[in-house]
């Protein structure tokens, strides 16, 4: 798979979990932007994947929808980063120790 491709993916899978979380929040997406500052084409585009999602914004959608931004990456994404993350914890621990 080109790299191209694949962030196109990604994109479109940040949008699908944002759209779905947002509606489990009961929020449409006028409420959501206005939360976010954003314009509700700009969500509406960031759900389609469509529109790259800044991570200024990324860090706003999540603090609004309560989630880690974890929760918003691709499943294999978070398990890499929470692993190095935990190791990371761990190593560090044993060097205090």
Excluded: W
């Excluded at 009961?26 to 994947?49: D, H, M």
């Excluded at 991570?55 to 931004?69: A, N, Q, T």
């Excluded at 929760?71 to 692993?83: F, T, W």
């Amino acid at each position: 798979m080109s790299y191209l491709k694949e962030e196109e993916m990604l994109y479109i899978d940040i949008g699908i979990r944002i759209r779905k979380l947002r509606l489990a929040r009961g929020l449409t997406q006028l409420e959501f932007s206005k939360r976010i500052a954003l314009s509700r084409p700009s969500v509406t585009n960031i759900e389609n994947g469509v529109h790259k999602v800044s991570l200024i914004s990324l860090y706003h959608i999540c603090k609004v929808l309560k989630v880690c931004i974890y929760d918003l990456l691709p499943e294999n994404v978070g398990k890499i980063s929470r692993k190095r993350h935990t190791n990371n914890e761990d190593d560090s621990r044993q060097m205090a120790e």
